[in-house]
Each structure stands twice: as C-alpha cells, then as structure tokens.
T-cell receptor, first 109, second 114 residues
Framework: GQQLNQSPQSMFIQEGEDVSMNCTSS?????WLWYKQDPGEGPVLLIA?????ELTSNGRLTAQFGITRKDSFLNISASIPSDVGIYFC?????????FGTGTRLQVFP | DGGITQSPKYLFRKEGQNVTLSCEQN?????MYWYRQDPGQGLRLIYY???????QKGDIAEGYSVSREKKESFPLTVTSAQKNPTAFYLC?????????????FGPGTRLTVT
C-alpha cells in the first residue's frame, strides 16, 4: 500500500527551539491531517487542512497545505518536553487515509 | 465521555490460535477502521466499514476477518493464517461526509503471538 514520505525521520532538539517537519507525496490529496502519537497510545488528531495553501494553527502548532496539494508542513514553536512523540501526516484518498512514516521528536531540557 | 475503547490493552496468544480484538465507539460515527502498526512504521489499513453489515478490505487484509453487526462495534479477528500477527492494533472511527477524513483513534491493543 502507498505511504507518504515524511522528513526528517527523527529530530533531537533542545527545549525552546522551533521544529519543522514535512510530508510529501507523488499523488494529490484533498485533505491533509497531522497526528501525534505517544508511546503505546493511539494517535491524536492535531490539525486538519482542507484547502490548498491553507495555513492553520492550534496553539504552538502551525500546519500548511501545500499549493501543489502534494505536500504539507508542520511547525512547532517553542518546544516543551511534552512535545516528545511521533508525528504522523495523513492524506485523504477516496475513502481512506494514507499515513506517513512518522517523525520521531525528542526534546532535551 | 465520548470515545473509542479497545480491549484488552495487552494480549498474548499461542501460535495457531485465532484471537478477537474488541473495538467499541460511542461517538455515533458511521465509519470504523482497523490499522496495524509495526515498530518504527506508519499505520497500515487492514479493514474498514462505512455501514452496518458491510466492510471493505484495506491494504493488508490477508489473515484477518471483521464483522459489523452494530454501528458501535467493529471486532477484528486475527486468524492463524496471519503469518506475522505480533503488532500494535489500532481502531479508529469517523463520520461520513465532508469531515469524514478526521479519524479518531482508540488506545490500541498490543498483540504478542509466540
């Protein structure tokens, strides 16, 4: 099955730093979603994007739906220890979600 | 509180045995999904259902079976035909329609088969 490419695969940053990650696809999507997964738990929906070019924020998180509809970006500002986890992007294709491979974020105090 | 419950959290089985994982939701969502997650990997779709008594195969349906007799419930059976059943299994649900793309996940069941 198709999976989206996410980069970077992992990030190690200091508390207070800003973080950027992205997701790319060879296919066009009409919707992009970003999820966060804590170890041993189910993913939690962070942001949903429905229009090409759309920029949406949720607290310290900002996500953008790429103009080409083949990519999306997630930024986290002023990271804190509880931002630790795996971040997944997902694109909507007909009646299914296609998930990215994930970006693992570690935050050091 | 509305949400999705999966039970049990941890499940251990011997090779050759079928095992059924439970998923219940009280969000009044029409659609439900089962995913498999292996270490360091993304989520892969096993089966999904958009309406009671109907379901479709996902990308990795071989060795699995499902039923959807009630809107709230979507149990997954991992059969002995599944070659590598040890994994983290996630159930999700969503509405149907414009915002049906927003899937909400349960806490997962970790299955270990030895």
């Amino acid at each position: 099955g198709q999976q989206l490419n996410q980069s970077p695969q992992s990030m190690f940053i200091q508390e207070g730093e800003d973080v950027s990650m992205n997701c790319t696809s060879s296919s066009i999507f009409n919707t992009w979603l970003w999820y966060k997964q804590d170890p041993g738990e189910g993913p939690v929906l962070l942001i949903a994007l429905y229009k090409a070019g759309e920029l949406t924020s949720n607290g310290r998180l900002t996500a953008q739906f790429g103009i080409t509809r083949k990519d999306s970006f997630l930024n986290i500002s002023a990271s804190i220890p509880s931002d630790v986890g795996i971040y997944f992007c997902a694109g909507h294709n007909t009646d299914k979600l296609i998930f990215g491979t994930g970006t693992r974020l570690q935050v050091f105090p | 509180d509305g949400g999705i419950t999966q039970s049990p959290k941890y499940l251990f089985r011997k090779e050759g045995q079928n095992v059924t994982l439970s998923c219940e939701q009280n969000l009044n969502h029409d659609a439900m999904y089962w995913y498999r997650q292996d270490p360091g990997q993304g989520l892969r779709l096993i089966y999904y259902s958009q309406i009671v008594n109907d379901f479709q195969k996902g990308d990795i349906a071989e060795g699995y079976s499902v039923s959807r007799e009630k809107k709230e419930s979507f149990p997954l059976t991992v059969t002995s035909a599944q070659k590598n059943p040890t994994a983290f299994y996630l159930c999700a649900s969503s509405r149907l329609g414009v915002d049906s793309y927003e899937q909400y996940f349960g806490p997962g069941t970790r299955l270990t088969v030895t």
